[in-house]
């Protein structure tokens, strides 16, 4: 397989002779194999059973299967990468966990006793599943640390949210998101001003204020500088063990820095899942999504 194959077929430049490839080390050393390892040793007991089950999901709009028969399930602190060509079904399977969609067959189950099907989205956002959507939305016109105390989890009625006085913990956790994102230096200035990935790192935080337990991430990289990929990689990783979390990403690279399992949709079903190099030799990805 080429090695510089991306999705749709087309090739990638080839770097200038000698020239390293984003992530990697001399003598071929894989750098960010140390922090796939530490998240997973992070993880709980796979007996504990799943965090995320969604089994037979079907959902179908005017007769297109967006979802068709979709089985996949999400383990405690694990970091799982979805990818798949556009209308795969990846952004309605987020759409199902987080209740925006009702799916016209199957079940979702969140732990081994809450049926995410029963529940609202607010509902849902409660108990635990954070969702962030490739647009950050953040308040532009609020610092950093405004709009993580605007985030924090809890009562959120107009008296708690713009009155209620801020206790030692919630400083606390603040500080704890601020130094986690990597923001404790941006904390009093306006989100407006933040640079494009500062403003995606921003709305993660916003997400952990609210202490998920599964976190749904859509593209976090799209339009990052390197550098910028670089940290949100190591941020998720971080983040993984502590809570489980879902990446749904195009950028194969970025992809293959952070995962340990990639499963790839393909009309609306689950077509491969393991590891990267495993995905990425299997003749059906290779076909409907890396190309020939």
């Known amino acids: 397989m080429n090695a510089n194959l991306q999705p749709g077929g087309a090739v990638a430049a080839e770097p200038r002779a000698g020239a390293p490839r984003r992530g990697a080390a ?4 894989d ?4 922090k796939r390892e530490a998240a997973a040793a992070r993880q709980p007991s796979v007996l ?5 089950y969604l089994q037979q999901v079907t959902v179908s709009f005017d007769g297109f299967k967006a979802l068709d028969d979709l ?7 694990e970091l799982l990468c979805v990818i798949g060509p556009n209308g795969a079904g990846k952004t309605t399977m987020m759409d199902v966990v987080t209740g925006k969609t009702r799916p016209d067959a199957g079940r979702v189950f969140f732990g081994n006793m809450t049926n995410l099907l029963t529940m609202s989205e607010p509902e849902i956002a ?3 599943i954070g969702r962030k959507f490739q647009k950050p939305t953040v308040f532009d016109f609020l610092t950093v640390f405004e709009n993580l105390e605007l985030a924090l989890a809890g009562e959120k009625s107009f008296w708690r949210t713009f009155f209620a006085r801020l206790t030692p913990r919630d400083r606390e956790r603040i500080d704890e998101v601020l130094e986690t994102t990597g923001l404790a230096a941006k904390r009093d200035t306006p989100a407006g001003t933040l640079a494009h990935g500062q403003k995606q790192w921003l709305e993660i935080g916003m ?3 609210q202490e998920p337990k599964v976190l749904l991430v859509d593209e976090p990289v799209a339009g990052m500088t390197p550098q910028e990929t670089e940290r949100t990689g190591e941020l998720l990783l971080s983040l993984a ?4 979390v879902v990446v749904v990403e195009h950028d194969m690279e970025f992809v293959r820095s952070i995962a340990r399992r990639v499963a790839v949709l393909h ?3 689950v077509l491969a899942e393991g590891g990267m190099d495993a995905v990425q030799s299997d003749p059906r990805v290779i076909e409907v999504y890396l190309g020939a």
């Open 267 to 269: 009309e609306g079903r």
């Open 71 to 77: 089985t996949l399930h999400v383990d405690p602190g």
């Open 126 to 128: 409660q108990a635990g």
């Open 241 to 244: 063990g502590r809570h489980s």
């Open 31 to 34: 750098p960010w194999r140390e």
């Open 48 to 52: 504990t059973g799943d965090v995320l």
């Open 26 to 29: 001399p003598g071929g050393r």
């Open 207 to 209: 997400l952990l204020m």
